[in-house]
């Protein structure tokens, strides 16, 4: 039944209206996705922490396009961030993607994807942040070596994150960092993560 609905969840993708927001990329190690299996693969953007299936566009040779869907609003969370952190305006909610996942569906196999500048030893990190509002968050965490430099807008925002000599500096996306495959998280990714493979929290449901 799984292998059902997620063959349906991928033949969405290409049915769904214009999106409000798509993220597009290119592997800088594209060698490294062999080991999940011949056939088509899919590029998955999730909140795994949720189980939360956000777009998802497929991979051609060494390019992808993720989409997430025209209208769809994540569950956003009051923003909680550190002591020391100005935030003007208060009251914002956002919500974060924190994994790209690359999926085989003939193999059932998955590993994430990370946009670092190394594959391994980075010193700079991207992710992307929904929030309701424009916000922005400026100081240092109290007791901590984490500074903040940030604006959202409303909807998504790259935001980037480095970390040299034990600080930790929190901002704006400047430039579009590579994306790297990482090694075969599990090849029964349906039975490890069944939320996000049953179409419960899903983007795309009921379109």
Known sequence: MKRV???????TVTLAPAASF???????NPAQARPLGSGPLTVLLTNLGGGWLLGMGPLKGERFNVVVPSGFRPPVQPLDVCDGVTVQPAGARTYTAETLLLFSAASNAVATLVQADHPTVATQRG??????????LRGRCAGLNTY??????PGWTGVTTESRDGRFDIRNATVNLPYWVQPVLTRDARATFPTLFSGQRSAFRNR
Do not use: K, P
Not at 22 to 28: A, I, K
């Open 5 to 11: 609905l997620m063959t349906l969840l991928l033949g």
């Open 127 to 136: 992710q992307w942040v929904y929030s309701d509002r424009t916000v922005t």
């Open 22 to 28: 798509s993220l597009g990329g290119q592997l800088r």
């Open 148 to 153: 903040y430099d940030l604006t959202l807008r």
